[in-house]
């Protein structure tokens, strides 16, 4: 089946520092792909859709330049939330919808547990 | 505003019997239904679909029923299995977007 691979899998920084994750389709080619992130307890919010060689587009809410997304190939998606703060910290999880299809479900990476000290 | 909803955060179940898992939706709009099922420390795993314009769709243990008039989705899991406890994302997608529920965690009991 479809593989989507998220990297790293755990990430504990300083505040102000900034984390960039990684998203990529290991058997497929995706046009699109999407960021989530996740509260406890809480449903996956869409934080923004990434399409590759265009900018991306955020949902309301999300502060662009906080979260800096890079969809440079058909395979890689990548997250950066610059100058994290604790409050960031949270679970991300990027999925990827395959290209060329009238319509295919998301295939979901593992996520990102994000904390910020 | 939650457009998916699960009302339900936790469903307990002996092993064999029937698991029910329920989802509510708000936008007539959703062209399709996907239920996905999630292990701890990993990413939602996509189980089953159903378009719009079906009201059933089986595919071994695990059956998906629309009613679109009640704006009402449920997960059908027979027999229930021990492997199956997990926690489980109803979503609807409009073919742009996709909005999750807020989960149903599984407990199938030996």
């Known amino acids: 089946g479809a593989v989507v691979s998220q990297h790293p899998s755990r990430v504990i920084c300083k505040s102000g520092t900034s984390v960039k994750i990684e998203c990529r389709s290991l058997d497929f080619q995706a046009t699109t792909m999407f960021w989530y992130r996740q509260f406890p307890k809480q449903s996956l919010m869409l934080m923004a859709t990434?399409?590759?060689?265009?900018?991306?587009?955020?949902e309301q809410g999300v502060e662009k330049d906080k979260f800096l997304i890079n969809h440079a190939s058909l395979t890689l998606s990548t997250l950066t939330v610059t100058s994290a703060h604790p409050e960031d910290s949270s679970f991300y999880i990027c999925s990827a919808r395959p290209r060329d299809t009238v319509w295919q479900p998301q295939h979901f990476g593992d996520g990102t547990r994000l904390s910020i000290l | 505003d939650q457009q998916v909803k699960q009302n339900s955060p936790s469903l307990s179940v002996q092993e064999g019997r029937i698991s029910i898992l329920n989802c509510d939706y708000t936008n007539s709009m959703f062209d399709y239904f996907l239920w996905y099922k999630k292990y701890p420390a990993e990413g939602p795993t996509f189980l089953i679909s159903?378009?719009?314009?079906?009201d059933k769709n089986e595919d071994g243990r695990f059956t998906v029923f629309l009613n679109k008039s009640a704006k009402h989705l449920s997960l059908h899991i027979v027999p229930s299995q021990p492997g199956d406890s997990a926690v489980y994302f109803c979503?609807?997608?409009?073919?742009?977007?996709?909005?999750f529920g807020s989960g149903t965690k599984l407990n199938v009991k030996p």
């Open positions: 159903i378009s719009s314009i079906k």
């Open positions: 990434s399409n590759e060689g265009s900018k991306a587009t955020y």
């Open positions: 979503a609807a997608t409009n073919f742009n977007k996709f909005y």
